[in-house]
């Protein structure tokens, strides 16, 4: 169970999630040299996932929505590796910081991510095509026409 505290009562926007390990050496709040296989914060394995993605299936193909806000085509990679594992992964940056600033908040997150779809039997891997719009990644792989197995009719002596 997460426990949920509120800084601000009166800043709906104020709220934040509660670590029980923040702290400990093994926990997901901080990195220990006891334990250096853990991820250092949270933020950092939620960035690590931070990619929204929708599949759907259309008739015609298979088709990968991606919310990727603020960032460049250039900074998303689309891959397809062993033929039948779409990955799509790029790099969000973090903002740069001028001595003049004061942060309130920081919720935007940035770093790495990486997400990888196994494709169906039926996907044409070597005809995908992706492209962006408005921080939105668009791939669309292609569906092999599934062949009806052929009926033949036997004719019953007798």
Do not use: Y
Request: aromatic share 8%.
């Amino acid at each position: 169970m997460s426990l949920i505290r509120r800084s601000n009562v009166f800043d709906p926007f104020s709220l934040d999630l509660w670590d029980p390990f923040e702290g400990f050496p093994f926990g997901s709040g901080s990195r220990s040299s006891l334990f250096p296989s853990f991820p250092r914060t949270s933020s950092e394995t939620a960035a690590f996932a931070s990619a929204r993605i929708d599949w759907k299936e259309t008739p015609e193909a298979h088709v990968f929505k991606a919310d990727v806000p603020g960032l460049k085509k250039e900074e998303v990679k689309v891959e397809v590796e062993d033929g039948n594992i779409l990955q799509i992964s790029g790099e969000r940056n973090k903002e740069q910081e001028e001595k003049t600033d004061t942060w309130h908040r920081v919720e935007r997150s940035s770093g790495k991510f990486l997400r990888r779809f196994r494709l169906p039997e039926n996907a044409k891997s070597e005809q995908v095509r992706a492209s962006m719009e408005n921080g939105v990644l668009t791939v669309t792989v292609p569906k092999q026409e599934v062949k009806e197995p052929e009926v033949k009719s036997i004719q019953i002596s007798g």
